[in-house]
């Protein structure tokens, strides 16, 4: 099947860089015939999305701080101003200190947390609002993006598997006030992939390797597969899916203890 997503518009948000999960989602709804447009934030960000953007012919790019209420009044006015309705969206937003992605989850100070907590999980529901009125009418797809961490110890991890935890309970909620609206809200949770973000979690290259060598199909996730799961919630195909957190980690999460040539 191709042009499963021809006629759709959506706003992606959260593209760092060439190898963000958000820029293989963005790409994968592109060539599927979707319309995009952008958020980032700061101009540094700005200078490395705007030629991404314009390789799937998109110049909609709109600086947004999710932290920032005010921000997101600017931003979705402009959006509206450019489209008076919305397909989908797809939250790729997650911050967290590093310096304490490091140490011991005890450790995790009040500001931190609370910061974590407001970027990572809260702004999803923000976003929500703010969607809502362009998806109203003919419905639409609320995507975010979570990880294992969320219910199972991750070395490292720490405060922020509290967040995807979160994250995850936000999705549901948010399913179920959306859905008499037809709006759709789910998470993909893919497992450790070499992004900007998952550098910042302490041993991630261990991490990467261990989940290589010991899920089912002795893979980690790439792009192209993230992309596709995400084109399958937000196409006609994924109408009746909602709630849901779809792994696409190789097998990883299915796992009680690792290979027995690993053990």
């Avoid at 008076?84 to 911050?95: G, K, M, Q, R």
């Avoid at 490091?102 to 999803?124: C, H, M, Q, V």
């Amino acid at each position: 099947m191709t042009g499963q997503l021809q006629g759709k518009r959506g706003l992606i948000m959260g593209v760092a860089n060439e190898r963000s999960i958000a820029w293989g989602i963005a790409k994968s709804m592109s060539d599927e015939g979707a319309e995009l447009a952008f958020t980032y934030q700061g101009e540094a960000f700005r200078s490395r999305l705007a030629p991404l953007a314009a390789s799937v012919g998109s110049d909609l790019l709109f600086e947004l701080d999710v932290a920032d209420d005010a921000s997101f009044e600017t931003t979705f006015g402009s959006l509206s101003g450019h489209w008076n309705s919305l397909d989908f969206i797809v939250h790729a937003i997650a911050y967290s200190d590093k310096n304490e992605l490091t140490g011991r989850f005890l450790n995790t100070s009040r500001e931190n947390f609370k910061n974590t907590l407001d970027i990572s999980s809260y702004s999803l529901i923000e976003v929500a609002r703010r969607a809502y009125p362009l998806m109203m009418e003919k419905g639409g797809t609320i995507l975010t993006l979570t990880y294992q961490g969320s219910n199972r110890v991750t070395p490292f991890y720490n405060v922020m598997g509290v967040a995807k935890a979160a994250l995850e309970a936000t999705t549901r909620y948010l399913a179920n006030d959306l859905g008499p609206s037809g709006i759709r809200v789910n998470a993909i949770s893919p497992g450790p992939m070499r992004t900007l973000a998952g550098a910042a979690i302490g041993g991630a290259r261990r991490t990467f390797k261990h989940t290589e060598v010991n899920s089912p199909l002795r893979s980690n996730a790439t792009l192209d597969a993230v992309g596709g799961t995400a084109v399958y919630l937000a196409s006609d195909a994924g109408a009746y899916t909602t709630g849901e957190v779809l792994y696409v980690d190789g097998g990883y999460h299915v796992l009680g203890m690792p290979q027995p040539d690993n053990v």
